[in-house]
């Protein structure tokens, strides 16, 4: 009978040790969580105060053996000094109360994000571009090409001028918006009239692009610079 009793208690203890170690690791999680929350509060203030930038901030994991004890005060935050964007960094937590203060470091990473349009599905050479192919994605600064473009109607009713893989960054030079042997209005103005007349494509290009076209009436060939979709604009 001692025996069985004395099973039982061995038991009881057990499990109430257990309960115990998973309610303070449970306190302790949630305590990281909210600690990493302030921590990216504080950088996106830091590098962010006017909140006029896409800036994205990652708080990395603390060590789960690491105890966030409670602070009886507001917490103090640092970093040594002014960092770069998308780069790793220590940020200083400090709680200074005057009994046991303690402090620890979290590593941040921050970068800076700008819009770009992104090919969302794999575009064969010469396909017209529409607007379910094309989407506006934030994408990190330091990755952005160099002609990388905003402005849909540089893109939308062109041809791929190349084959285009999911995920690349467009830019208005894959594109033609006037393609060789395309039907196009060629636009002849100045401050006081425009003049309008149908013509047909001897080279392609791009938006901005100088390129040759044949002038449907009276046959002549002239160089104009493209605007919007099929249209070239020449100076009278």
Known sequence: MWKNITIIYIIL??????SVDVSARGYNSLAHDELLKDVISYVEQEFNPNNDKNLRVVAHPLDS????KKCEQPLSFSVASTRSFSRQFP???MCNREKNPWKL????STSEMIEALVI??????????????IEMKLVEINRVRDKSSTDLTSILGGRALRNLQRGHQVAQTDVCLVCKGDDVSIIAKNSTMMIKTSGTAIESGSKGESIKVKNNSSSR???GVIGDLREIYVNL
């Open 13 to 18: 203890f057990t499990t109430l040790i257990l």
């Open 65 to 68: 053996r690491i105890v966030v």
């Open 91 to 93: 940020v200083k937590v």
């Open 105 to 108: 470091f979290v590593q941040v």
């Open 120 to 133: 969302n599905q794999t575009i064969a050479k010469g396909t017209v571009v529409d607007i379910d192919m």
């Open 221 to 223: 060939i002239v160089k």
